[in-house]
């Protein structure tokens, strides 16, 4: 197996989708997601890293970089979210995810960006533990009504 780490491009829009949305009830939303990652990566605002055995990818992860303003104590405007972290089912276990998401936090330091959140499944949290992520409060959200075209 020889494996090798590159940087995503806008090509890769269907693969991270996929990746986002791996179940056949999620197929519709696949194109719409490609869309968006192509652009967010053609505009420095996906971050992403594949990992090939030869011509397949068999794992994946990306960061979307967030302009959030200084905040008080952090006058850094910028933050980064992981998402899309997919590793091939045959091919868990191995160290890949960790490889990913190592090299997305070397890519959003590099850019100054200091602060890092996820979402994780409970499956993955000893993982993201270990790379000095802490666990926190329930995140809250409100899914507010659409404007009205007038």
């Known amino acids: 197996m020889t494996l090798t780490l590159r940087p995503v491009t806008p090509a890769d829009a269907h693969t991270i989708a996929a990746h986002r949305y791996p179940d056949a009830r999620d197929l519709p939303e696949r194109p719409v997601y490609a869309a968006w990652v192509a652009e967010a990566i053609k505009g420095g605002l996906y971050l992403g890293f594949v990992l090939e055995d030869g ?3 068999i794992a994946g992860a990306g960061v979307t970089l967030l302009h959030w ?10 933050r980064a979210r992981v998402v899309n972290v997919w590793t091939h089912p045959d091919c868990r276990r191995a160290g890949h995810a960790r490889t990913l998401v190592t090299a997305c936090l070397d890519a959003v330091r590099s850019r100054g960006i200091t602060r890092v959140s996820l979402g994780s499944s409970d499956m993955a949290c000893s993982l993201y533990e270990a790379l000095g992520f802490t666990p926190s409060a329930h995140e ?6 659409a404007a009205q075209a007038e």
Do not use: S
């Not at 809250?140 to 009504?145: F, G, S």
């Open 55 to 57: 011509a397949e990818v």
């Open 69 to 78: 303003g200084p905040t008080r104590g952090d006058p850094q405007p910028w």
């Open 140 to 145: 809250m959200t409100r899914t507010l009504p």
